[in-house]
């Protein structure tokens, strides 16, 4: 399903990653796709993740389950806003699994926000543009001291390892 949004990313409330990438971008969009190759690259070493759930649909699920060097779950789970295939992913963690919005009680661990994965070719491989849209800039700020440009960029690292490696085909 190819539908389109426009994204203005507001450097006081989202935070963005891009990188050229030595891979192509249909080896990207399959490791950002399947569960069985996203479960290979999706946190920083030594997390691992532990279950993906996927359904590439305005709607579906998008579900992982991380796992910490001390063996403590972590699940998060939203759903598929837009998808365009070989070009880009947006989700959100604001709704579940077909548009359902997300009620996080008072004080609960949770992250609200809408991201974004724009894939382009260009000359030297593919632009890799990862972007985390937040409500107010507290959610901005709390994303950013998690490490959210040194997190996703390991991953990034760790994704494009999988395909180099040829774990990704």
Not at 32 to 51: D, E, G, I, Q, Y
Not at 54 to 83: K, N
Request: aromatic letters at 8%; one cysteine or more.
């Amino acid at each position: 399903m190819k539908t389109s949004s426009n994204i203005h990313v507001n450097p006081e409330l989202d935070l963005v990653l891009e990188r050229i990438v030595d891979v192509p971008k249909e080896l990207v969009w399959k490791a950002w796709t399947a569960p069985k190759h996203l479960v290979k690259w999706f946190v920083p070493r030594p997390w691992t993740t532990t279950t993906c759930e996927i359904d590439l649909r305005p709607g579906g699920v998008f579900r992982t389950v991380m796992r910490s060097p001390e063996g403590v779950d972590h699940d998060s789970a939203g759903c598929y806003l837009e998808i365009i295939e070989y070009e880009k992913l947006v989700w959100t963690s604001a709704l579940a699994p077909g548009f359902r919005p997300v009620h996080l009680p008072e004080n609960a661990p949770g992250l609200l926000f809408t991201a974004s994965i724009s894939l382009e070719t260009v000359k030297g491989g593919t632009q890799y543009t990862a972007t985390a849209i937040h409500g107010n800039h507290t959610a901005r700020n709390t994303h950013a001291d998690m490490g959210f440009v040194d997190g996703w960029g390991v991953c990034l690292t760790q994704l494009v390892e999988c395909i180099t490696n040829g774990e990704i085909q």
